[in-house]
T-cell receptor, first 112, second 116 residues
Framework: GQQVMQIPQYQHVQEGEDFTTYCNSS?????IQWYKQRPGGHPVFLIQ?????EVKKQKRLTFQFGEAKKNSSLHITATQTTDVGTYFC????????????FGSGTRLLVRP | GAGVSQTPSNKVTEKGKYVELRCDPI?????LYWYRQSLGQGPEFLIY????????DSGLPNDRFFAVRPEGSVSTLKIQRTERGDSAVYLC??????????????FGPGTRLTVL
């Protein structure tokens, strides 16, 4: 079936270091969305990428969508303790406008 | 304004029992979704409502699972003859229901179901 793979599973960084998580789909996506889930919390929408090769920035966060619309990445510059949580990518397939296929997430831990 | 709310926040039940989980979406949102999240995994799609009708129930794992949204607002996820494997966090999300891309889904806090 349709799958969205995400790596790494965990990342433990020193505060101030950068962090990147990668997402790869087995099929071409209509769009990809990123969510953050704090420990004990629920997924919170961060951003949606729609266009091939699109790059969007939110302060220290940079999101990219691959040219083939099958992969994406989230990069955080100079991590802070407030960045702790699990980051999920969620792909929307070409034949659906609503069904999110989530990756397994990357759990980010930040040492102060 | 108020976000998506879900009740109960925690539910402990015994194997074989029936449970109902409730979702109250954001006011004005016509689309409602149920997901299931197991420990260490991303949310898994269960069902999507547009208004009162289930537009896509392809994610429901078997016929023990059923969901309704009779008035196009509150939704109830019903699980019959619960099994230990049903233990998970059940998340509800809602969105404006815009056609095409760009319809952000807002998640509720979830109901943690534990089947003993």
């Amino acid at each position: 079936g349709q799958q969205v793979m995400q790596i790494p599973q965990y990342q433990h960084v020193q505060e101030g270091e950068d962090f990147t998580t990668y997402c790869n789909s087995s099929t071409t996506l209509s769009n990809i969305q990123w969510y953050k889930q704090r420990p004990g919390g629920h997924p919170v929408f961060l951003i949606q990428l729609v266009k091939s090769g699109e790059v969007k920035k939110q302060k220290r966060l940079t999101f990219q969508f691959g040219e083939a619309k099958k992969n994406s990445s989230l990069h955080i510059t100079a991590t802070q303790t407030t960045d702790v949580g699990t980051y999920f990518c969620a792909g929307v397939m070409m034949d659906s406008s609503y069904k999110l296929i989530f990756g397994s997430g990357t759990r980010l831990l930040v040492r102060p | 304004g108020a976000g998506v709310s879900q009740t109960p926040s925690n539910k402990v039940t015994e194997k074989g029992k029936y449970v109902e989980l409730r979702c109250d979406p954001i006011s004005g949102h016509t689309a409602l979704y149920w997901y299931r999240q197991s420990l260490g995994q991303g949310p898994e799609f269960l069902i999507y409502f547009q208004g009162t009708g289930a537009a896509d129930d392809s994610g429901l794992p078997n016929d023990r699972f059923f969901a309704v949204r009779p008035e196009g607002s509150v939704s109830t996820l019903k699980i019959q003859r619960t099994e230990r494997g049903d233990s998970a966090v059940y998340l509800c999300a809602s969105s404006l229901g815009l056609s095409g891309r760009g319809d952000t889904q807002y998640f509720g806090p979830g109901t943690r179901l534990t089947v003993l």
